[in-house]
């Protein structure tokens, strides 16, 4: 592999708008080049070129330096990079580009790209692939043969795309700003195997995914970081060492540069986990709570309908409806001696025809049309019903749908004609007018109240609605009724009062949702959410209630179990809160197969953790003197290595490593060998 | 269920087939619980034929009600789709027995 070259093609070194404010510094970047032993850098700034910069970098750092462009592009940022034989007109094209994207809100299309740049085939470009703002597929189809790599935001992204052979070839740069005050670099650069540094040569090398990695000597199985002076295997690390020999003070300064606008670490502290007073059970109640939120919402979801349902339905207002009608009838009736030939008139009395909003008919053909159209169920279709029979079917509905619907446009239109009519006559005599009621509207907002109030009964008896295996606990969770209004306010953040809703709880759904709509601050989006209270609860195997100990083990499972989210898990030393059993059976695992898709460092002290779990790679911590200042060392190997080495070639037995760490040297081990042998003779 | 009556030139209404009332004595209660029982059982009502009704007040009144009537028993099917599918998604989830 004496071909790979290091490259870091993510630079910026022009404070603009689109960037905090820097002050670039030609020294820090020369130390950075050498200190990360760069081949070749890219200066990419947001929308604009420096060309004097540009030379003055040329000239003053060891390591190709190519001109280059970030570009705000349909939502996206792609990376535009040049050879540096045509400066000038590189210059004038991206001046072009700055003058489309004067502040941090504009981008511009692909089309005007193509304007500035109209041969983008002379440019290597890389668009934010797996890292934010990420370019849109949309995008990339249109881009075509001119995209083959994009950027990635960390080691897990890029073994993923790596794998991933309809993926683009990653690859990973540092986003760095160049600035005086930058003292650590960071270890994000990519390696290609190419021989000669040319864009030519390099966008061949970026078509192949075989000829790009994460380092040196082991492709993708390691990556770089602390400023190149620690090597970390992709998968899962252990590291070792003993008492204050710098393993959290290695595992925060990891923490430290991973933590990125781009990248996310989860990072399990030792003993964060464990119950730490006599809240903790409330604790654990309410985080699950939160954590389910999305649970109880798709639970609800029926019901959230349903009372949006209830938006428009006044009780009230229907009773006055029929009141009004009943009474202006019977008094335009008890006026019948005095009725002039105004209020005489046929259509004085004639009532607005009902009308239809033809909702069934449009759901049924709705239905119908999905049957013709459904692709996946199309053979258990054709079994029972010809295709041609539900075209028919359709066709039949959809024009019994335009009858009808013309026809209640000749009802809407009538009713107009009547209602002018009605109107005119009004003015013209003293005769009591007959109020309009639409019974049918009354009649299923009366139903719509009834189903509403039955629905409201059984939401409210307590049920179990779903119990979910997870690592070994049950979750479990359930609805029941509120038993005050305390329970009710504590289901929204907002603090408000529910004392006068409450009171018509028991009573039935409508009344309460009328009393719920008279709070003011209350949102009616929250109104569904006050209805049945929901509960979630961890049950131990054996199905009882968790105590402190395993409320802890579920906590670290899930922690664990979240970092999949993550682009890098960091634990330290969870024997300190955890038995051996629970580590062995459960926990360890978790962690096996999680580092099979995003890189964990893993300290620990105890055997059961760290000899069994079978890690990829071994990182031994070990404190020095120098000067008399102390120095953390760090050794590393693969568990299977005679010797761990450290970066200044310094080299340790791992066989002597692993039992003064694990089992507290040789001689207490192999006690306590012969120890569980006689009891095992007994 | 027969809801609305001619007799002897007056109109008459009934909740329950046996016990008939003058129509000018109809309230909204009355009204709503006709409308709410025909829904189910259907509209049974005298046809008021012209002259029928002698009393001005009771023919005003017949002729609205048995309108409003005839009108709501051509939608009855209508009315029970839409009514059954009322919160059915919601209550076939929630529901405990």
Known sequence: MSAVKKIDFHIHTVSTVSDREFEFSINTLQSYVEQACLDAIAITNHNIFDKEQFLEIKSSVQAKVFPGIEIDVEGTHILLISEDNELGDFKSKCDQISMHIPDSCSSISLDTLREVFPDLSKYLLIPHYKKHPAIQSVTLERLGDLVYAGEVSGPKKFVHAIRDESSLVPLFFSDLRIEEQLKIFPSRQTFVDVGEITLESLKIAFKDRKKVFLSREDGHKFFNLLGNKLTLSTGLNVMLGERSTGKSYTLNLINDEFSTEDMNVKYIRQFSLLQKDEDDEREFSNRLKTSQARITEDYLKEFAVAVEGMKDVNRDKLDKALDKFMSSLLKHASESHRRDSFANAKLFTESAFSLNNLDSLKKMISSVVTIVENVEFQDIVDKHVSKESLRGLAVALILEYERQKENELKKSYINDIIEDIKEGLKLHTSATTISEIDLFDLMMDFKRIEKFNELCQHIKVEREFKRQEVSGFFKVARRSSFQNAKDVGAVLARKLSYASAFEFYHADGYSYLRELRKIDSLRETDYYKLFVKIDYEILNSNGFPVSGGERSEYRLLQEISDANEYDLLLIDEPESSFDNMFLFSRVNKLIKDLSGSMPVVLVTHNSTVGASIQPDFLVYTAREYVEGKVAYKLYTGHPGDKILKSRDGEVTKNHKVLLDCLEAGSEPYKERKERYEILKDR | ?97
């Open chain 2, 1 to 97: 269920m027969k809801y609305l009556r001619i007799d002897s030139g007056k109109g008459y209404f009934s909740l329950n087939e046996k016990d008939w009332h003058e129509l000018d004595s109809i309230n909204k209660g009355d009204l709503l619980h006709i409308v709410s029982s025909g829904l189910e059982n259907g509209f049974e009502m005298d046809d008021p034929k012209v002259g029928l009704i002698q009393n001005k007040a009771h023919e005003i009144i017949y002729h609205k009600l048995h309108g409003k009537l005839l009108e709501l028993n051509e939608q009855r099917t209508r009315f029970r789709d839409e009514s059954e599918s009322l919160y059915k998604e919601a209550l076939e989830k929630y529901r405990t027995t």
